[in-house]
């Protein structure tokens, strides 16, 4: 009888700290995930509002009645900038680890007092036991009417 008493608490002990482990594990893997969508969000709002001023711009009729203002254009050129930019931010950060960035994306969307930029961006990292984990990560920031085309 005594031996199946100290077999059990042993199951016991080792069950709970399995349980423990796991935990652990699952939460130690939640804030690297957060803190990887965290940075790379900051990344792609500081590089969007650093890059935007400096983008050309297009004439744009918010209706046929309002003058024109001019709203960054986005097309190739820009979306490689954004991701050169987002890129060198992530790299000079030494609390971000090691992760694979693809699938930069950016539109505009127009409005009556301001324009919203939107970027999205891919990126995949390894997580526990080298399981790589994907995130789309997106982001926005709000662009004044700009009154000249510079």
């Known amino acids: 009888m005594r031996e199946y008493s100290r077999l059990r608490v042993l199951f016991i002990g080792l069950s709970i700290a399995l349980l423990i482990g796991a935990i652990g594990c699952l939460s130690a ?18 590089s969007m509002a650093n890059l935007a001023p400096h983008w050309p ?12 203002y ?16 987002v890129l060198e931010h992530l790299n000079q950060d030494a609390s971000v680890p090691p992760l ?12 009556a007092a301001e324009d919203t ?11 526990v036991l080298g399981i790589e984990h994907n995130l789309t990560i997106q982001s926005s920031i709000k662009t004044p009417h700009y009154k000249t085309l510079n």
């Open 29 to 46: 893997t939640q804030t690297k995930i957060n803190l990887i969508q965290t940075k790379v969000e900051q990344a792609l709002v500081s």
């Open 100 to 111: 694979k960035m693809s699938q930069v994306s950016v539109q505009i969307e127009y409005g």
């Open 70 to 85: 001019n709203a960054p254009m986005v097309n190739q050129a820009q979306t490689f900038q954004l991701y050169q930019d």
């Open 57 to 68: 711009r297009i004439a744009v009729y918010s209706d046929p009645a309002a003058q024109a």
């Open 117 to 127: 930029l939107i970027s999205q961006a891919r990126v995949e990292f390894p997580l």
